[in-house]
């Protein structure tokens, strides 16, 4: 009963550096979300997908990029990394045909940039 | 554009306090509404949801009620637990587009014994 895993839990990179936050669920669910929570702020939506081979940007998008190839998986990559991407980064999955159907969430990657 | 307006935290009772978090919402339309709870070092989960004016959404002893002409849906328990701290998010969402959820800065909740 998996559900939404993510890995790594942890990660601190150095600026400049990139790294791929992985993201896969087993609820066979079309749509995929990334979303990055700071402090106090809530959660804003980074990329969205709605299926395998479809993905569009967010409220936040810059500095990250998405690719969709199966229906488990969504990574979400840094390519270079900047302290404004310090965060937590949760990722969520829906079957979602409405907007009545409820996100299912990973338990998040604290990630850190020195 | 769509937002959510949570009431700020934190928010502190003793145990067995009644409990209300207010969330307003802006918006087009009629969206369905959620609270979703966040425990220490976890990913959020669905708490409740309405997906209608007047629908009450009720789960674990909390209940919210979608009130169409105030733009509302308050979170209430009669009775707290020390369990129940945890930050609550409130959030909307519409059909299309993705369904895409738009999520309040959420409420820390501290119950005391």
Redesign the interface.
């Known amino acids: 009963n998996a559900g939404v895993t993510q890995t790594p839990k942890f990660r601190i990179l150095k600026i400049g550096q990139s790294m791929t936050l992985q993201c896969t669920q087993d609820m066979n669910h079309n749509y995929m979300y990334w979303y990055r929570q700071d402090p106090g702020m809530g959660l804003k939506l980074i990329y969205y997908s709605v299926g395998a081979g479809i993905t569009d940007k967010g409220e936040v998008p810059n500095g990250y990029n998405v690719s969709r190839s199966t229906t488990e998986d969504f990574p979400l990559r840094l390519e270079l990394a900047a302290p404004s991407q310090t965060s937590v980064y949760f990722c969520a999955s829906s079957y979602s045909r409405t907007g009545s159907q409820p996100q299912h969430f990973g338990d998040g990657t604290r990630l850190s940039i020195l | 554009g769509d937002s959510v307006t949570q009431m700020e935290g934190p928010v502190t009772l003793s145990e067995e306090a009644f409990l209300t978090i207010n969330c307003t919402y802006t918006a087009t339309g009629y ?2 509404l ?1 609270w ?1 709870v966040q425990y220490p ?6 708490l409740l ?1 309405a ?1 209608k004016a007047d629908d009450k959404g009720s789960n674990k002893g909390f209940e919210a009620t979608y009130r169409k002409e105030t733009t509302s849906f308050h979170l209430e328990k009669g009775s707290v637990q020390v369990s129940d701290s945890a930050v609550y ?1 409130c959030a909307l ?4 587009g ?4 738009t ?4 409420t820390q909740l501290k119950v005391e014994l």
Do not use: A, I, V
């Open positions: 969206p369905s959620f979703y070092g976890e990913g959020l989960q669905l949801k997906t998010f969402s519409f059909t299309g993705g369904n895409k959820l999520f309040g800065t959420g």
